[in-house]
């Protein structure tokens, strides 16, 4: 079964708080993956614990620039409208959730996630060597900003599409920056995303690269008495 994006949802907070909710995206069906990406600007990050059902993806944290970002996943099932996640560090959060059609249930990732930290501008994405014909390579990155850019990262040269940014943008502030990619032509060898700044000065980001493997069609079998 060939993957297939399905959708997005983003919310990004303008002020400080300790609990972010985001909406699940629309046209989700039981089945599908969902990604849950968080990033923060606060004096410190901790790992938060998820909603019940969530799983950790992979988590992205450090002093460098205050800033971290936390991965979760989930095969939706009875959805409800949103997720909540409170007893956060005070600070300002971006969210980002997407889905994605197709992915395998019970072994979502191709490869081991391959990451990076920087802690004077955004995090070049690492090359990923997925396994299995037809996995999609997907980037996630958090960044914090210090200007108010709503499109901190101009686009990617070589990344399918780039599904979306999440920013806060409060001027002469840290801001946390979330931006998702992926890449459906994988065929075979390392693949690395290329990413353009467009604006905003970058302090810090972290970044995780992974690849989602394609589920195995269920074959049919007919039996003849």
């Known amino acids: 079964m060939a993957i297939s994006y399905v959708n997005s949802a983003i919310f990004a907070t303008t002020s400080v708080t300790t609990s972010v909710t ?25 790992l938060p614990s998820p909603p019940a059902g969530w799983a950790l993806w992979n988590a992205n944290l450090s002093a460098v620039g205050a800033t971290g970002a936390v991965f979760w996943y989930r095969v939706a099932c009875s959805e409800p409208s949103s997720y909540t996640v409170s007893g956060l560090t005070s600070g300002r959060y971006a969210t980002f959730m997407s889905a994605y059609r197709g992915v395998d249930q019970t072994t979502p990732k191709d490869a081991t996630n391959t990451t990076a930290t920087n802690g004077a501008n ?4 690492p090359a990923i ?6 996995a999609w390579p997907v980037m996630l990155e958090a960044a914090q900003i210090t200007s108010a850019a709503a499109a901190p990262v101009g ?13 806060s943008t409060v001027a002469s502030v840290a801001n946390p920056a979330l931006i998702e990619g992926y890449y459906s032509g994988w065929a075979s060898g390392a693949f690395t995303f290329n990413l353009s700044k467009s604006a905003g000065s970058f302090s810090a980001g972290h970044v995780v690269v992974s690849a989602l493997k394609p589920a195995v069609a269920r074959a049919n079998f007919l039996m003849f008495a």
Do not use: E, H, K, R
């Not at 955004?122 to 994405?125: C, E, S």
């Not at 686009?155 to 920013?167: H, R, Y």
């Open 129 to 134: 060597t997925p396994v299995t014909v037809g």
């Open 22 to 46: 985001c909406n699940v995206p629309a046209s989700v069906q039981n089945g599908d993956l969902l990604l849950w990406s968080m990033g923060g600007a606060a004096s410190s990050i901790a």
């Open 155 to 167: 686009g990617s040269t070589n990344a399918t599409a780039l599904v979306g940014q999440a920013t």
């Open 122 to 125: 955004f995090a070049t994405p």
